[in-house]
């Protein structure tokens, strides 16, 4: 890990015991920081027991082979509880990591949300337990309070309807799916306006010309024309009729 994540680290981890290295910060006109071995009385006072070692790799090491000089037993205790909570703090800063993704895509979290009822083959969801709902540019996201587990996601695409139904109630309309969810956490008045920019945008994905946006071409329409510019091709060249041509541009053009 690099020296800032070691920095959290060590904030991170918690080692119990009589010794531990750890980080300390001084100003710069007494040293600036460095890893230190410390000392733990039985009492719980902390003493620094070593010198300062520069916020290094090899300050790292030279404050471990510091504390194994003083007693191989601690040494080796602590080394077991850093390399357990190394592990531990991987995940934990994969976790913030991801969580920051996440909330950098996220327009709107309503966390908390109480799901009233209603019907969906993608998710189960339990009546009166809360969820958090996470609106992002494209879709609407479903997950356990406080997780980032997505348990089921609703492009914005498929909605037919969403709306705030009454105070705190927002009603969500998909092609198969309709749920019902009341958020408390939110003044009734504040909701609206909070969720006023999801609005705009399911707007935007859903009227993609009144929004100015270019929509996407109908890929069925573009080949019937393309069929319609090789059957002419074909009557210039005389390779068919005018007759078999109307034929074939009249099959196509009636989805035949």
């Excluded at 969906?120 to 996470?134: C, G, T």
Aim: charged letters at 25%; proline letters at 5%.
């Amino acid at each position: 890990m690099d020296i800032a994540e070691l920095i959290q680290f060590l904030n991170y981890s918690s080692t119990e015991g009589k010794y531990f290295v750890f980080f300390r910060d001084r100003p710069p006109k007494k040293g600036g920081p460095g890893l230190v071995v410390g000392r733990r009385s039985k009492l719980g006072f902390e003493t620094i027991v070593s010198d300062y070692f520069p916020v290094s790799e090899q300050g790292w090491a030279k404050a471990w082979e510091t504390l194994a000089g003083m007693d191989r037993q601690e040494f080796e205790r602590c080394r077991s509880t850093v390399l357990r909570n190394s592990t531990r703090f991987k995940l934990h800063s994969d976790d913030l990591q991801r969580r920051l993704e996440i909330d950098q895509k996220t327009r709107k979290l309503l966390g908390g949300s109480i799901y009233l009822g209603g019907h969906s083959p993608h998710v189960q969801l339990n009546e009166n337990s809360a969820y958090d709902l996470r609106f992002t540019d494209d879709s609407l996201t479903i997950l356990n309070v406080g997780s980032l587990r997505t348990l089921s996601s609703f492009p914005y695409r498929t909605f037919t309807n969403f709306q705030i139904t009454g105070p705190g109630e927002i009603s969500v309309r998909t092609t198969d799916s309709e749920l019902f969810f009341l958020n408390t956490r939110t003044e009734p008045g504040r909701l609206r306006i909070d969720l006023s920019a999801v609005l705009g945008r399911i707007n935007e994905v859903l009227n993609p010309a009144a929004s100015g946006e270019r929509a996407e071409p109908d890929p069925s329409a573009a080949s019937i024309i393309n069929q319609l510019k090789d059957a002419s091709s074909l009557l210039e060249r005389g390779l068919i009729t005018p007759v078999e041509f109307e034929q074939l541009k009249s099959r196509l053009l009636s989805g035949g």
